[in-house]
């Protein structure tokens, strides 16, 4: 785990997995010398030319509030288009449990998107059922984002997690239709960042003048702060995520807000600087 404060507000990471992936399989452009050439400040991120990636939650603790951000791919999942995702069985649950994060402490669990990778731990498998995993949180998804995947009927990698880990939650009842902006408390906000999908959100962090952003996958890995035209297969709007990534990256350049990226490895968290007529991502 890392952890972070921000004000009042404290940010603690819960790692489910570090995957090691050759950087074109998130981004064409990024082949191995690409990636090498791209100099020292890019290497905590890479490994030999490849990319160094988390899925991890992040847990925001703010006026009282516990509210986790992503819920990573879950296990027992049938992903067979993500065959290294594929019927997991990771100890994620009795991890963060030992971290002193009980399932029932959850009071929020906000989805930056409905892709298989942020929504996976929304369930669980219970008696050959898929069950919130979250009894006491409510589940917030912004209602352009499950407008789309509700009527999706495409590709099961993309249907399935619906399936399994999104409907069976607003079955029970626990899901909330939000707006791409609404705020959670008084330190926490969500902040539209569309694009990779149609209601793609990331999270702002305001505490006693300290502040913070948490990504989400508008920007997947940090080479794409250097070069934010560098566009995601998995973008719904190719155009538009390029557009968000230019616009975030030049709204938080040189500015004290701490951004934590949703598939940062340690160290996940930094600062946006310009450095020698580019952009990079500091830790």
């Given at each position: 785990?890392?952890?972070?404060?921000?004000?009042?507000?404290?940010?603690?990471?819960?790692r489910?997995?570090?995957?090691?992936?050759?950087?074109?399989?998130?981004?064409?452009?990024?082949t191995?010398?690409?990636?090498?050439?791209e100099?020292?400040?890019?290497?905590?991120?890479?490994?030999?030319?490849?990319?160094?990636?988390s899925?991890?939650?992040?847990?925001?603790?703010s006026?009282?509030k516990?509210?986790?951000?992503?819920?990573?791919?879950?296990?027992d999942?049938?992903r067979?288009?993500f065959?290294?995702?594929?019927?997991m069985?990771?100890?994620?649950?009795?991890?963060?449990?030992?971290?002193?994060?009980?399932?029932?402490?959850i009071?929020?669990?906000?989805?930056?998107?409905?892709?298989?990778?942020?929504?996976g731990?929304?369930t669980?498998?219970d008696?050959?059922?898929?069950?919130?995993?979250?009894?006491?949180a409510?589940?917030?998804?912004?209602?352009?984002?499950?407008?789309?995947?509700?009527?999706?009927?495409?590709?099961?990698?993309?249907?399935?997690?619906?399936?399994?880990?999104?409907?069976p939650?607003?079955?029970?009842?626990?899901?909330?239709?939000i707006?791409?902006?609404?705020?959670?408390?008084g330190?926490?906000?969500?902040?539209?960042?569309?694009g990779?999908?149609?209601?793609?959100?990331?999270?702002?962090?305001?505490?006693?003048?300290?502040?913070?952003?948490?990504?989400?996958?508008?920007?997947?890995?940090?080479?794409q702060v250097?070069?934010?035209?560098?566009?995601?297969?998995?973008?719904?709007d190719?155009q538009?995520?390029s557009?968000?990534?230019?616009?975030?990256?030049?709204?938080?350049?040189?500015?004290?807000?701490?951004?934590?990226g949703?598939h940062?490895?340690?160290?996940?968290?930094?600062?946006?600087?310009?450095?020698?007529?580019?952009?990079?991502?500091?830790?």
């Amino acid at each position: 785990m890392s952890e972070w404060k921000l004000g009042d507000v404290k940010i603690t990471r819960l790692r489910e997995q570090e995957p090691v992936w050759p950087g074109t399989a998130v981004l064409k452009q990024a082949t191995a010398d690409v990636v090498k050439g791209e100099g020292e400040w890019l290497e905590p991120f890479c490994k030999d030319g490849r990319f160094r990636l988390s899925i991890h939650a992040l847990l925001v603790e703010s006026e009282g509030k516990r509210i986790l951000v992503d819920t990573c791919v879950g296990n027992d999942k049938k992903r067979p288009g993500f065959k290294e995702w594929n019927e997991m069985h990771l100890p994620f649950l009795q991890d963060i449990e030992k971290a002193g994060v009980s399932r029932d402490s959850i009071d929020m669990v906000i989805c930056t998107h409905l892709h298989v990778d942020h929504v996976g731990w929304n369930t669980f498998l219970d008696a050959g059922a898929w069950k919130p995993t979250f009894p006491k949180a409510r589940y917030l998804m912004v209602n352009k984002e499950w407008d789309h995947w509700s009527k999706f009927d495409g590709s099961p990698d993309f249907r399935n997690p619906i399936d399994d880990s999104v409907r069976p939650v607003i079955d029970a009842g626990k899901a909330e239709l939000i707006d791409p902006n609404s705020r959670l408390t008084g330190e926490v906000w969500l902040e539209a960042t569309p694009g990779h999908t149609p209601g793609h959100t990331s999270v702002r962090i305001s505490s006693r003048g300290e502040n913070g952003v948490i990504t989400g996958d508008m920007i997947h890995h940090p080479i794409q702060v250097a070069h934010p035209d560098w566009i995601c297969e998995f973008d719904t709007d190719p155009q538009m995520a390029s557009e968000t990534r230019k616009a975030f990256v030049q709204r938080y350049c040189d500015q004290p807000v701490l951004v934590l990226g949703t598939h940062f490895a340690g160290p996940t968290a930094g600062h946006i600087v310009r450095r020698n007529g580019g952009y990079r991502f500091e830790a």
